[in-house]
């Protein structure tokens, strides 16, 4: 059996549709899942809704629906996008699935009989948008606003039961500071780690007047289970049964950074409380959490006070311009993977489009392709001797496929994105530098022109395997213009010289047409 890989995006609120930090994020899981496929592990992609906020009965309520009414329209509506933006997921969960609420309220009731939960009261700093409490010292800190919306936090005070957070202060401390891996970038850990070592509180695990929407608390049908515990507990119930069990732990959960706090955190504490019951010590903590930061747009916040977000219909706008490759690259080329926030701004999605897609990776098909079918008949051609030329080539893809796989290793799409264009570009000053336009004019080099265009052709097949996890159906269409539509891939995809000579090629139309300027605006 091979090795796997589960990966997993947040669950997205159902109170309204997507928009582009839902599609970032996943197509950021979706390169990562499609590369690991490539590899040939045995990978699971979640992605789902989360459907028991508040904020969905209050959104369903202002429209005249039930809660579950509006849920299930913007659950679809988020299963469609994804499928529209070629998204490779396994699975799709929704909270209210009943498959996920008997394992919520399974869980919650082993955790009500160690006395990990408990009945208790509690008071504090809520922020109403993101519905959870802030601590005390915390809500100081920012002045008591939400770090998220910038409203006023509301001083609250309920009777809930609690989960018993401040018993894994120490656990959880060590975890991270032995594994830094834990969760990544550095600068995330080192925020949690301070935030650990100020102590830890226990905290709601349930909440009342919820109108009944959310999962009953085990016994005591008044209470329903916090939606944030709900939520988190959706990563280890879609994998509890025997066909998926061997997925867990995650390999990575990848998330924004307005969540870390659950996912770093209380997350895994409550798996540690219940891998100390019998039968449940399949349940680990997962391998790895990795928080990206947000999108900006032409340099200012997103938010719907500005009207600046960067909806469905803009993001249509921008694919029927320049094509769902020429998004994908952009979003996982230029996006905040890092701890800085990343500009989502038109002039320079432009600038790159034309610069590394039509001009770096289009042009080169476009010449190869056309020389090819000038040159060689429109064949893959049987290559001669090499020189130091095509030695330096072969180098070039050698370090290309490596940097993609070390980048890939620790998520970082953008690097390995780059790296895969790189051969593109070293490919073009190899063609520069041989000329078969004018080799094949001349007498003493026109046998060097079969060595050439077979190297191009062959470097062409080697960015086309790199790109297909970011770009595939670019990759697809390189690969079917070299001939290998139907036919067998190399055992080592990644060595130079697979391509079998005498594949017929296509030369087609320009992979990223021309967009101008004033178009695209």
Not at 34 to 59: M, N, P, S, W, Y
Request: proline letters at 5%.
């Amino acid at each position: 059996m091979s090795e796997s890989f589960y990966i997993t995006t947040p669950i997205y609120y159902v109170n309204d549709r997507p928009h582009i930090g839902h599609l970032y994020t996943t197509t950021v899981a979706d390169a990562i899942a499609r590369h690991r496929r490539q590899a040939g592990l045995d990978v699971f992609f979640l992605t789902g809704t989360d459907e028991h906020a508040t904020k969905v009965a209050d959104a369903a309520s202002e429209r005249e629906l039930t809660p579950i009414q509006w849920a299930d329209y913007n659950a679809e509506i988020f299963l469609s996008t994804f499928g529209r933006y070629g998204i490779t997921n396994d699975d799709f969960i929704r909270t209210t699935e009943a498959r996920h609420k008997e394992k919520v309220q399974h869980w919650v009731g082993q955790l009500l009989e160690t006395g990990d939960v408990y009945l208790g009261e509690y008071e504090g700093w809520y922020d109403a948008g993101e519905e959870e409490y802030v601590p005390d010292g915390r809500a100081e800190e920012l002045e008591f606003k939400s770090p998220i919306s910038g409203r006023e936090l509301i001083r609250k005070k309920e009777k809930n039961y609690f989960f018993k957070l401040s018993a894994y202060e120490s656990t959880l401390l060590a975890l991270l500071e032995k594994e830094p891996q834990r969760v990544q970038p550095d600068a995330r850990r080192n925020e949690v780690i301070g935030r650990i070592r100020d102590g830890l509180n226990d905290v709601p695990l349930s909440r009342t007047g919820t109108g009944g929407w959310g999962i009953e608390m085990p016994g005591d049908p008044e209470h329903r289970i916090y939606v944030w515990i709900d939520a988190l507990f959706n990563y280890l119930s879609t994998v509890d049964t025997d066909e998926r069990r061997h997925y867990w732990p995650a390999s990575v959960h990848l998330i924004a950074k307005d969540i870390l706090w659950f996912h770093a955190v209380i997350w895994p504490a409550l798996l540690l409380a219940l891998q100390r019951i019998e039968g449940n010590e399949w349940i680990a903590v997962p391998r790895q959490l990795y928080a990206h930061s947000f999108w900006i747009h032409e340099g200012r916040k997103m938010s719907k006070t500005l009207g600046n977000f960067i909806d469905l219909e803009r993001l249509e706008d921008i694919v029927s311009t320049y094509g769902l490759d020429a998004l994908r690259f952009y979003l996982l080329s230029q996006g905040p993977l890092s701890v800085n926030d990343a500009d989502f701004a038109a002039g320079r999605f432009h600038d790159l489009y034309q610069a590394e897609l039509a001009n770096k990776l289009g042009n080169l098909v476009s010449r190869t392709l056309h020389m090819n079918a000038k040159f060689a008949d429109g064949c893959v051609p049987e290559p001669g001797a090499a020189g130091e030329p095509e030695a330096q080539l072969v180098a070039a893809a050698e370090t290309a496929c490596q940097a993609v796989e070390t980048q890939m290793a620790d998520y970082q799409v953008g690097r390995a994105l780059d790296a895969a264009l790189e051969l593109a570009a070293a490919t073009n000053r190899y063609l520069d530098e041989r000329e078969p336009w004018k080799a094949a004019k001349d007498p003493e080099r026109e046998a060097t022109v079969p060595t050439t265009l077979y190297h191009c052709c062959e470097a062409l097949r080697l960015v086309a395997h790199l790109l297909l996890p970011f770009l595939p159906a670019t990759a697809a269409e390189i690969f079917s213009r070299l001939g290998l539509d139907g036919a067998a891939r190399p055992a080592d995809p990644t060595a130079f010289g697979g391509l079998p000579a005498g594949l017929p090629t296509r030369k087609g139309d320009a992979l990223f047409p021309r967009v101008e300027r004033a178009e695209a605006e």
